[in-house]
């Protein structure tokens, strides 16, 4: 019987769960941990890359289009997939209307991908929850915004967040180090004192990806960069 809820999409167990979206958070809750925060003039997204000299170059930040990119927590390959269909969304809006995608509208449809693969026959949940950053030139007044979006396919507008591994005891720090007034350098560096809370080692140029998110565009940070950010904590 257990069995039967566990591999089932659409069949509910007697808690209430629906066992493959919770193996999914689970594939969430053990992966490389990741930080996303709002400040006043962009976004900060900043995570673990662990590096390898066998590995080929291969960034855990992307970017969907010119004012938005995001980063994960979970399984690598699932991301890829992700970040291919919301790129396809983004072309396929600015082909459309002849402008940018607004971040909101990325993550909505993008959301309504992941929940179709909690119900679909022959698919599987995707078993990762992404941080996407991005600046809402639309708006009346543009600003920054950052979503979360999970397995379930629910996704939530942050001030500040972080996924991964440790993720409670990061949310607890997050929430004494942040405040409204904060701007992108300073969210820089509260970002990255997030992140050492989930450190099982020494943070470096070599295992920590930095990327803002602001008017100018989205932007990943050069290693010396995020090394002098580093000295700076």
Not at 113 to 122: F, H, K, L, N, P
Not at 166 to 178: C, G, M, P, Q, S
Request: glycine share 8%; with cysteine.
């Amino acid at each position: 019987m257990g069995d039967h809820y566990g591999f089932s999409l659409t069949t509910f167990s007697p808690s209430g769960k629906l066992m493959q979206i919770e193996y999914a958070l689970n594939a969430v809750r053990n992966g490389q941990p990741s930080v996303g925060l709002r400040a006043t003039d962009g976004v900060v997204l900043a995570t673990e890359n662990k590096s390898s000299v066998l590995y080929a170059d291969e960034n855990k930040i992307e970017k969907i289009s010119e004012h938005i990119g995001c980063v994960y927590s979970g399984m690598g390959p699932d991301y890829r997939i992700l970040v291919r269909k919301a790129r396809k969304i983004a072309m396929e809006y600015e082909l459309a209307y002849g402008e940018e995608i607004p971040p909101t509208q990325l993550v909505t449809r993008l959301a309504a991908v992941m929940q179709e693969y909690t119900q679909s026959g022959g698919v599987r949940p995707f078993g990762v929850s992404m941080l996407i950053a991005g600046w809402d030139a639309s708006a009346t007044e543009p600003r920054p915004l950052l979503f979360q979006a999970d397995p379930s396919g629910a996704y939530f507008a942050w001030k500040a967040t972080a996924l991964g591994k440790n993720d409670v005891n990061a949310k607890t720090f997050l929430e004494k180090r942040y405040n409204d007034s904060l701007e992108l350098d300073d969210g820089i560096h509260t970002s990255l004192l997030t992140l050492r809370e989930s450190f099982d080692v020494g943070m470096t140029e070599e295992n920590v990806e930095i990327a803002v998110c602001d008017k100018n565009g989205f932007r990943r940070l050069a290693k010396q960069q995020i090394k002098d950010y580093l000295t700076e904590l």
